[in-house]
C-alpha cells in the first residue's frame, strides 16, 4: 500500500509541473514598494536558437495598490547589445474595480505577455531589464515609489502551437 502512495503522489507531482517552463524567476520588492530607479534585470542564458518562445512579465500586487493599470518599460538586450525597448501598458483591475490575476486573499499574481514567438537568434546571454513607469495625470515627474507591487518576475516557456 505504502508503495502505491508513493507511485501516487510521484505521478501526481509529474503532472502538475509545467514542462514548458524554462525559467521563472522573481524579485522581491522591500515592503511592497517600487522604487522608479530600481530597475530589476534578469539574465537568460544558454536559451534554444531554433525554437519559438513566450515570454512574460509576472507581477504580484496587493490591496495597496492604487491604480487600475501599470505601466512597465522593458528593454531586452541581446549577447550582441543590441537592446529593444518597449514602454507596455496593462491592466490591473476592472473597470469596477475587482482585481485581475490569480490568487486568493490580498495578493494577485498577473501573468502579462511581453514577447510572443520569439526566436532567440544567437547563443549567450541575454538580459531583461524591467522599470515602472507609473505617473499621476498632468505630473511629468512620475511616481518615485510605487506601492503595492510586491514582486516583479519573468517567466520563459516554449511557444505551443
Known sequence: MRSLSCCFLALVLFASCDSNI???????????????????EFSLSEMDTV??????????????FPYSNLFIIAAL??????????TLEYAMSLPDGTWL???????????????????????GVYTIEI??????NGNVSGIINLEGITDVGIEVTKSTP
Open 77 to 86: 538586450t541581446t549577447p550582441e547589445g543590441e537592446v529593444t525597448k518597449d
Open 22 to 40: 524554462i525559467k521563472s524567476e522573481y524579485r522581491t520588492l522591500e515592503d511592497g514598494v517600487w522604487n522608479k530607479d530600481n530597475i530589476l
Open 131 to 136: 522599470s515602472h513607469a507609473m505617473r499621476k
Open 51 to 64: 525554437n519559438q518562445h513566450d515570454v512574460f512579465i509576472n507581477v504580484r500586487n496587493d490591496n495597496t
Open 101 to 123: 490575476g490569480k490568487g486568493s486573499g490580498s495578493i494577485k499574481e498577473n501573468k502579462l505577455w511581453y514577447k510572443e514567438n520569439i526566436v532567440f537568434p544567437s547563443s
